[in-house]
Nanobody
C-alpha cells in the first residue's frame, strides 16, 4: 500500500493550496479516505473525511467553510482544497486510509 501526498508549500495568509494523495496497492474506491495534520508540538488531528462514494464528508470545526475534501475513484486520488488559509493551518498534512498513512506534505502559511 502506498499513499503519496503532494501539493504542499509556502503560502501567504488568505491564500489557497490543493493537496493531492495518490493511492495504490488496495481497492481505493471502497474505503473512506481522510486528511490529518500535525503542527509542531501538537497531536495529529483529523481535518476531513470522505466516504467511499464521495457523498459523505465531514470536517473539523476549525476548517469548515474553508477546506473541501474530494476524491476521484478513477484516479485513486483524494484531494484537499484549502482556501482562506491561516497561520494556524501550518502543519504537516497526511492522508490516511484504513490503517495506512502517507509520508506527509508540509503546509506553511506565513507572510
Amino acid at each position: 500500500v502506498h499513499l503519496v501526498e503532494s501539493g504542499g508549500g509556502l503560502v501567504q495568509p488568505g491564500g489557497s493550496l490543493r493537496l493531492s494523495c495518490a493511492a495504490s496497492g488496495f481497492t481505493f474506491s471502497i474505503h473512506p479516505m481522510s486528511w490529518y495534520r500535525q503542527a509542531p508540538g501538537k497531536e495529529r488531528e483529523l481535518v476531513a473525511v470522505i466516504g467511499s462514494g464521495g457523498g459523505s464528508r465531514n470536517y473539523a470545526d476549525s476548517v469548515k467553510g474553508r477546506f473541501t475534501i474530494s476524491r476521484d475513484n478513477a484516479k485513486n486520488t483524494v484531494y484537499l482544497q484549502m482556501n482562506s488559509l491561516k497561520p494556524e493551518d501550518t502543519a504537516v498534512y497526511y492522508c490516511r486510509s484504513i490503517t495506512y498513512w502517507g509520508q506527509g506534505t508540509q503546509v506553511t502559511v506565513s507572510s
